[in-house]
C-alpha cells in the first residue's frame, strides 16, 4: 500500500464499452474499498449494464495477477439493466460493522443491488472459452451484483413512467425519494421495498429530487415547469416554491412551456450547510445558488466561465463553499461560493439578520479548472476520498486530484 500510494497519479482513467452516463463513488470509510465507482451504460437499446470498478493497483495481488489489466481501473462486477441507467447511487456509509454493500439505479423502475464476492471467480471451464478473458464468463468478474428488490409503484394503470432520478437518505438510509416525468415524486423504504408515500410535486417532468443533508424528512424537487419546490415528509399538505425560472408578464404558469420558461434540470443540496442548493437551468452555462431562507431569487450565480451548457454539478462533502460543475464545454470547473470581497455590501447584506433578500453576488472565477476530450455528462465528488472528483464523458472515466 506504501509504495502504491508513493507513485498515486493524479488522474486515473478507465475506457468504458459503452457510452456511460450515471456514477457514484463508494461511500465506504474502508481506504482500500473507497476507490470503486458504480457505472451504468446509456444505450439506446435494450442491452443497458451496470458495472462496479476498482482501481487496479488497490485490488489484492491474486486478483491483480489474474486480471493481467493494463487499465488504472478493473471491472469487478457487471450486470444486465434493459433500460438506461439515469442514476446510481451507493447506500450512504453506516456503522464500521456493516459488510454489506448496496447500490441502487433508477431507468424504467428503482432497482436494489447488492455487490458480493463471486465464488465461482477463477474457477476453470470444461467449455472451449472457460474464462480466458471472455467478459460474458460468469468466473471473469472477482464480484457479483445480485439484484435485491424492484420497486415500482402502479396503482391506476400498467404503466410504469420511467424515473429521471432519485435521492438516498444519508441520515435514515431506510429512506429513498424517486422523481419521474409523470408529475410525482414517490419516498420508499427500502427495509420493507414499500412506498411510504408518493405526491404530485410539479405541474409537468419532474427532473431531479434531492434530501436536504442532515434531515430525514425534507427534500426538494426541480422540473420542467421551472420549479424548485420544497417538502417535507411530517407535513406533506404543504410545499414551498422556493424559486422559479422568470417568465415573460403576458403569460401565465400553466403556459410555462409554450412560452419558453426555461426548465430546471438538477438540484443538490450543500452537504455542510444545509440551507443552501444549488441548480441549473436548461440550456444554460450559469448555475444558481438558492439559500432556503431567502426564497424566491438566488443568492449567488457562477457565471461566464461555461462556454457552453451546463450538464452536471456536484458539493464538495468536505468544504462548504466548493462545488463542481461540468459542461458541454469540456470543461470541469471548482468554484468556491465564499471567494468574494468580504467587504462588499453583497457580502455584508448577506451575512446579516435582515430579513430582506440579499442582493445576487456573481462569482465569475474558478479556482480550478479541467478540459477533457469531450462534453462532461456526469461527476460525482467522492465522500470516503474528497481529494477526488469522478467525471464521466463518451466511454470515458477519469478521477481527477483536486
Known sequence: MNRQHSTQKDVYQYNCPWPMYALDW???????????LAVGSFIEDNNNKLQIIARTDLLHEQQQRQQQSNSDFTAVAEADSYYPITKVLWEPSQTEAKNTDLIATAGDILRIWELVDN?????????????????????????????????????????????TSFDWNETDPSLVVTSSIDTTCTVWNVETNQAKTQLIAHDSDVYDVGFMHGSADIFASVGADGSVRLFDLRSLEHSTILYESPIPSSTTRSSNLQTGSCPLLRLQFNRMNPNLLATFHMDSTSVQILDIRHPSAPVAELVKCHQSNVNCLNWSPTQSGQIATGGDDTQVLIWNIHDSDQTSPSYQSQQSLSKNQPPLRTIQDPILAYTAESGINSLSWSKSSPQWVGIGFGKTIQALHV
Open 119 to 163: 465464488p465461482h471467480y477463477g474457477t476453470s471451464s470444461n467449455s472451449i472459452n472457460g474464462n480466458n478473458g471472455d467478459r460474458k464468463s460468469p468466473t471473469y468478474f472477482t464480484q457479483r451484483l445480485i439484484k435485491k428488490a424492484e420497486l415500482v409503484n402502479m396503482k391506476q394503470t400498467d404503466f410504469c413512467a420511467p424515473l
Open 26 to 36: 463508494c461511500k465506504t470509510r474502508d481506504e482500500r474499498n473507497s476507490f470503486r
